[in-house]
Nanobody, 117 residues
Framework: QVQLVESGGGLVQAGGSLRLSCAASGSIFSINAMGWYRQAPGKQREFVASITSGGKTTYADSVKGRFTISRDNARYTRYLQMNSLKSEDTAVYYC???????????WGQGTQVTVST
């Protein structure tokens, strides 16, 4: 199993920045990719960004140019740097790891991001 702990959410004004962190522990050797997702009230959970073990990154069109996903392999932590935040970025943000040993992956507990106008 892999355990994920997210942090870094909070309240920020539109145009501001936040950095989310997702720290992994447990069977980290099995991780082959990690993604960030978000869910706004009344909406379905949606993909935000992902990074593979090889460092390839993918972004949703809505966050391209504003969000950056990165990793610190030594600390088994992935980050989501969010700049130029908009009110529509308000959501609970979840990290998810994709592993070789379990087809459904593992989710973090989520962290709230609220962007005020």
């Amino acid at each position: 199993q892999v355990q994920l702990v997210e942090s870094g959410g909070g309240l920020v004004q539109a145009g501001g920045s936040l950095r989310l962190s997702c720290a992994a522990s447990g069977s980290i050797f099995s991780i082959n990719a990690m993604g960030w997702y978000r869910q706004a009230p009344g909406k379905q959970r949606e993909f935000v960004a992902s990074i593979t073990s090889g460092g390839k990154t993918t972004y949703a069109d809505s966050v391209k140019g504003r969000f950056t996903i990165s990793r610190d392999n030594a600390r088994y932590t992935r980050y989501l740097q969010m700049n130029s935040l908009k009110s529509e970025d308000t959501a609970v943000y979840y990290c998810k790891v994709f592993v070789t040993t379990y087809p459904y992956g593992y989710w973090g507990q989520g962290t709230q991001v609220t962007v005020s106008t």
